[in-house]
């Protein structure tokens, strides 16, 4: 318990160094958009795109398929099960920027979904990966810049995408 708690200090630390910083509210802007690109619409385009050229058996949609039937879920079970509050519950006088879709922080969806894509993209397209990387950190970043998450929750978001990834791209393929 004493490690949670002096877990939970620092980013809350972090946290508050960050949203109280003097570049904060130039960023907000930015990271609306980036936040947005992670909501679920261009992953939705994507798969259709997919299929619209090759049809179910394009290995990449494949592979995007299986891999949000795992992920979602699984951050579903996390998210109850952890009940981490929110930055604007758990930390006294603060507003988030944006109102989140979901009660808990413990992962980030976002940030998840993000590196679960990046991951897969960018192993059917190397020459795109640090582009997609740069993306998925940025839109974790923006998750925490607009007052929804703390640093370890899109970290955790992080190894939970990129495990989920890895996962399916070792069944698919």
């Given at each position: 318990m004493?490690l949670?708690?002096s877990?939970?200090?620092y980013?809350?630390?972090?946290?508050?160094?960050?949203?109280?910083?003097?570049?904060?509210a130039?960023?907000?802007?930015?990271?609306?958009?980036?936040?947005?690109?992670?909501?679920?619409?261009?992953?939705?385009?994507?798969?259709?795109?997919?299929?619209?050229?090759?049809?179910?058996?394009?290995?990449l949609?494949?592979?995007?398929?299986?891999?949000?039937?795992?992920?979602?879920?699984?951050?579903?079970?996390?998210?109850?099960?952890f009940k981490?509050?929110?930055?604007q519950?758990?930390?006294?006088?603060?507003r988030?920027?944006?109102?989140?879709?979901?009660?808990?922080?413990?992962?980030?969806?976002?940030?998840?979904?993000a590196?679960?894509?990046?991951?897969?993209v960018?192993?059917?397209?190397p020459a795109?990966?640090?582009?997609?990387?740069?993306?998925a950190?940025?839109?974790?970043?923006?998750?925490?810049?607009?007052?929804v998450?703390?640093?370890?929750?899109t970290?955790?978001?992080?190894v939970?995408?990129v495990s989920?990834?890895?996962?399916?791209?070792?069944?698919i393929?």
């Amino acid at each position: 318990m004493k490690l949670m708690y002096s877990i939970h200090q620092y980013d809350v630390l972090m946290f508050s160094r960050l949203n109280n910083s003097a570049i904060h509210a130039s960023l907000v802007g930015l990271c609306r958009l980036l936040s947005w690109s992670g909501d679920g619409i261009l992953y939705v385009a994507l798969a259709a795109g997919l299929y619209w050229h090759q049809g179910i058996a394009n290995p990449l949609l494949q592979t995007l398929l299986l891999g949000f039937v795992l992920e979602r879920p699984v951050y579903f079970v996390l998210k109850n099960a952890f009940k981490r509050n929110r930055p604007q519950q758990a930390i006294d006088n603060f507003r988030s920027v944006i109102t989140p879709s979901d009660q808990f922080s413990f992962p980030s969806g976002h940030t998840s979904a993000a590196f679960l894509v990046a991951t897969l993209v960018s192993y059917f397209f190397p020459a795109l990966t640090i582009v997609l990387y740069a993306w998925a950190v940025l839109v974790g970043f923006s998750r925490i810049v607009l007052g929804v998450h703390f640093p370890t929750d899109t970290l955790m978001g992080v190894v939970l995408g990129v495990s989920i990834a890895m996962f399916s791209l070792n069944n698919i393929l």
